[in-house]
């Protein structure tokens, strides 16, 4: 089955720079992709939701990138702020799955 | 209002006992998943439902099961705890199973001494 790998686990930057989490993922068919944000004690909260025919997707003060060729799906936080302090999971899907697999998640504080 | 809610939120039990976590979307929400959380693993999916007494073993079903008689009520059953059950439980709902955004409850926190 997939096999999702999300690195790093953990990331401190200060207020103000940017922020990269990556996930790479094993099955080539994956087609679609999640980013979750979830703050401490909380649930899960959908950040951005990718399909493959989508590259570079982007949000309110983040980018998401996908890289099909490398099977690499990475978080870009622009301009970090205290808020964004969480810890950010992965997850991939394919049409033929059942399921979405879930990276083991990067715990990003960000310094004010 | 579209929400998952979980119940309970916070649970104590001896090993040996019998836990019940209940989930409840408002979403009419076909697809229905129970996962629990645990620190540098991740989310792992325990069941899936995919209609009402539609359940299938996801990648870690050993010592749980489900039961879904209502579309919009999904609830996980540990016959005879064990500690290692100890976990944060997550219940979480789809549309579908087609890669349709997963709307997550707000977790139950476990604890089986």
């Known amino acids: 089955g997939e096999q999702v790998e999300q690195r790093p686990p953990h990331l401190s930057v200060r207020e103000g720079d940017s922020a990269v989490i990556t996930c790479t993922y094993t099955?080539?068919?994956?087609?679609?992709f999640f980013w979750y944000k979830q703050e401490p004690g909380a649930s899960l909260q959908l950040l951005m939701k990718?399909?493959?025919?989508?590259e570079i997707n982007e949000g309110q003060g983040f980018t998401v990138l996908l890289n099909k060729k490398d099977k690499r799906l990475s978080l870009n936080l622009t301009a970090a702020h205290p808020g964004d302090s969480a810890a950010y999971f992965c997850?991939?899907?394919?049409?033929?799955?059942?399921?979405?697999?879930f990276g083991k998640g990067t715990s990003l504080t960000v310094i004010p | 209002d579209m929400k998952v809610t979980q119940m309970p939120r916070y649970l104590i039990k001896r090993m040996g006992e019998n836990v019940l976590l209940e989930c409840g979307q408002d979403?009419?929400?076909?697809?229905m998943y129970w996962y629990r959380q645990d620190p540098g693993l991740g989310l792992q999916l325990i069941y899936i439902s995919y209609d009402v007494d539609s359940n299938s073993e996801g990648d870690i079903p050993k010592g749980y099961r489900v039961s879904r008689k209502k579309r919009e009520h999904f609830s996980l059953i540990l016959d005879s705890a064990k500690t290692n059950q100890t976990s944060v439980y997550f219940c979480?709902?789809?549309?579908?199973?087609?890669?349709?955004?997963?709307?997550f409850g707000a977790g139950t926190r476990l604890s089986v001494l």
């Open positions: 099955d080539p068919n994956s087609y679609y």
């Open positions: 997850a991939v899907g394919n049409t033929g799955y059942q399921n979405f697999y």
């Open positions: 979480a709902s789809s549309l579908s199973i087609w890669g349709d955004t997963l709307y």
């Open positions: 990718v399909f493959s025919s989508t």
């Open positions: 979403m009419s929400h076909e697809t």
